[in-house]
Structures are given as C-alpha cells and as structure tokens.
C-alpha cells in the first residue's frame, strides 16, 4: 500500500510539473488523473483481499490447534487403555 501511495504521489506531482511547464494538455492531466485513481482503486482491493485472506489463516490456525489438542488427548487416553491392557494381561500371567 505504501508503495502504491507513492506512486499516487509521483503521478499527481509529474502532473503538477507538467502542468506549470505548460507543456500538459488538459487530456493529459486527465490521463494521469484516471491512472492515479484506477491505481488507488487497485490497492485497496489488494488490502482488503489480504485482510480477507488474514482472516481465512487465522481461523485455519484456530481450527488446526484444535484439532492438534484433540489428537493429544486421544493420544492419552490410547495410552492409558493400553497401560491398562498390560497391567490386566500381567496379571493374568501371574495365576
């Protein structure tokens, strides 16, 4: 966006200089006009598209650490069962 807002700068002042040499024609500074605003237009979207895809990852983050906590758990519990199938399966050895 910051380089974008330079660019905006850079047209606007190429028409000022343009305009006090005397040697831009009206359509011109209309030309320039036209392109900083579709330039602006550009941007923008560009900003809003990235906000949106920042929103998209953030809940994708969300969903992925939850799902990473269940697997743990589940993890643990597996593990627990099967501490308790060896400690029932010993036993059974021993009488």
């Known amino acids: 966006m910051l380089q974008q807002s330079k660019g905006i700068?850079?047209?606007?002042?190429a028409a000022v200089v343009a305009?006090?040499?005397?040697?831009?024609?009206?359509?011109?500074?209309?030309?320039?006009?036209?392109?900083?605003?579709?330039?602006?237009?550009?941007?923008?979207?560009?900003?809003?598209?990235a906000s949106s895809a920042q929103?998209?990852?953030?809940?994708?983050?969300s969903?992925?650490?939850?799902?990473?906590?269940?697997a743990d758990k589940a993890q643990a519990t597996a593990s627990e069962v099967q501490s308790k199938l060896d400690r029932v399966f010993e036993r059974s050895q021993r009488k």
């Open 19 to 49: 305009l006090a040499a005397g040697c831009a024609s009206n359509s011109s500074v209309q030309k320039a006009q036209s392109t900083a605003d579709e330039a602006l237009r550009t941007a923008q979207e560009a900003k809003q598209s």
């Open 63 to 70: 969903a992925a650490d939850a799902a990473s906590a269940k």
């Open 55 to 61: 929103q998209t990852a953030s809940a994708a983050k």
């Open 9 to 13: 700068k850079v047209l606007a002042l």
